[in-house]
């Protein structure tokens, strides 16, 4: 983990290794200070405090959960007395999207002899993310601390007398999803509408609300983009999101039309130039999400994790790849 400046007042800590979970956090330090995101678990929560720490004394009184999975609000518990503020159905959607029993749970299973075989037999990319998790987090201890302020479409700070943009922008990748801006100092807080140099995970949501919703940050024209997952970047992050976006969209379209499953299009669409991007094999969850929209699925349709995270270790392997989540 690292901090970073972006602008006058705002901070970024990044989580470098840029895989599953290894999500951004923010910082905004007027106002009282305000923290966006909170770390996948409470080692790298502390983390993150401690950084932050160095340009911001003292907690901060707000924080902000940008959407709704777990590897943004697990470190909520280590901010007591903060206000936290996100998006209606972000309260709403925790208890079910980020309950860390689930992840607790699937990790002491791949430690026992009997359910580690009954894995690598049933569901191997469930192990196989299990191996990687346990790499880089402990997630014991976590408590799910809910918002405390949330609003609809938007919600606006004056910290001493700079204006912060809260912006609902949800269903893209999550359906809380948020943005946060300040005008002022030309910086989004994008959470997880924007991964950088590693390949998205869209759960809930359209491809054309993203696509638009990423047209929005670009006429915003912030000079920094902290984004939910990899390093800051300019408009370009935007840009090169976008076009691999449309890039799986029409090559999806296309294997669609040929009759290919999804795990089969999943292993004859080639990366193109996003192949260096961590996790390159999570392009199955892209293509299967736009099958969903050519089958008129409705856009909120439950994963099967299990079965989404066995796809990805079998498009790897059929790829000649390591699997990385």
Not at 30 to 51: A, C, F, N, Y
Request: negative net charge; aromatic residues 8%; charged residues 25%.
């Amino acid at each position: 983990m690292k901090l970073q400046q972006v602008s006058e007042s705002c901070f970024a800590v990044l989580n470098e290794s840029n895989r599953v979970c290894d999500a951004n956090s923010g910082l905004i330090n007027l106002g009282g200070g305000v923290v966006i995101d909170t770390q996948s678990d409470l080692p790298h929560g502390r983390k993150m405090i401690e950084l932050f720490g160095t340009v911001w004394p003292g907690m901060p009184k707000r924080v902000i959960n940008t959407h709704e999975d777990g590897d943004h609000v697990w470190g909520n518990q280590l901010f007591a007395g903060a206000e936290i503020i996100a998006h209606r159905t972000v309260r709403e959607l925790m208890p079910k999207v980020a309950d860390p029993r689930e992840t607790r749970q699937l990790l002491k299973g791949a430690d026992r002899f009997l359910t580690r075989m009954l894995l690598k037999a049933l569901h191997p990319g469930a192990l196989a993310i299990a191996r990687q998790l346990q790499q880089d987090y402990d997630f014991d201890g976590i408590e799910l601390v809910l918002p405390t302020t949330v609003f609809e479409e938007r919600h606006q700070l004056d910290l001493d007398g700079t204006d912060v943009h809260l912006i609902y922008v949800g269903p893209c990748h999550q359906i809380g999803d948020t943005i946060i801006h300040v005008p002022k100092e030309g910086v989004v807080f994008a959470g997880d509408v924007i991964f950088r140099a590693c390949t998205p995970m869209g759960w809930n949501g359209t491809y054309e609300k993203w696509l638009k919703v990423l047209d929005f940050i670009i006429a915003l024209k912030p000079t920094a983009i902290v984004p939910g997952h990899g390093p800051v970047c300019g408009i370009e992050g935007a840009i090169e999101m976008k076009a691999y976006l449309e890039y799986v969209r029409e090559e999806s379209r296309r294997c669609f039309g040929q009759g290919l499953s999804a795990l089969a299009a999943s292993k004859a669409i080639d990366f193109g130039p996003y192949g260096g991007w961590r996790g390159p094999a999570r392009l199955y969850m892209n293509v299967e999400r736009a099958y969903r929209e050519f089958r008129n699925e409705a856009a909120d349709v439950p994963w099967d994790h299990a079965k989404t995270f066995d796809a990805v270790l079998a498009v790897a392997k059929a790829k000649g790849i390591p699997i990385e989540f």
